[in-house]
């Protein structure tokens, strides 16, 4: 069975920091990219990060860009996500997704561009 479970979400205060993990299997990790969205309540789902399936090239929204680091370790099966200096607003349910492209592109953006889904994990900052 494919599988992608998120974990290390939590609770801290502004400022903090938490490192979220994906690990994936029943599905050959090394040729998917990955990322990694978030929804608030209320909210639609919104790409936060993605990286590729072997060379490493990644992609960060505006929002995250220089608190938030994505990385992966095919070696594991698993895709991180380094997460410093949290906001408020990064509050969120945070999910991992596979998309089956080599590349990262304007294509993962999409939801609809991914194959399978974790479950999710929640992250709330406080101020």
């Known amino acids: 069975d494919v599988q992608l479970q998120a974990s290390g979400g939590g609770s801290v205060q502004t400022g903090g920091s938490l490192r979220l993990s994906c690990a994936a299997s029943?599905?050959?990790?090394?040729?998917?990219?990955i990322g990694w969205f978030r929804q608030a309540p209320g909210k639609e789902r919104d790409r936060v990060a993605c990286v590729s399936s072997k060379d490493g090239i990644t992609w960060y929204a505006d929002s995250v860009k220089g608190r938030f680091t994505i990385s992966r370790d095919n070696a594991k099966n698993t895709v991180y996500l380094q997460m410093n200096s949290l906001k408020p607003e990064d509050t969120a349910v945070y999910y991992c997704?596979?998309?089956?492209?080599?590349?990262?592109?304007?294509?993962?953006?999409?939801?609809?561009?991914?194959?399978?889904w974790g479950q999710g994990t929640l992250v709330t900052v406080s101020s």
């Open positions: 029943g599905f050959s990790f090394d040729k998917y990219a």
């Open positions: 997704a596979a998309s089956n492209v080599n590349y990262v592109s304007s294509y993962l953006a999409r939801i609809t561009s991914y194959d399978y």
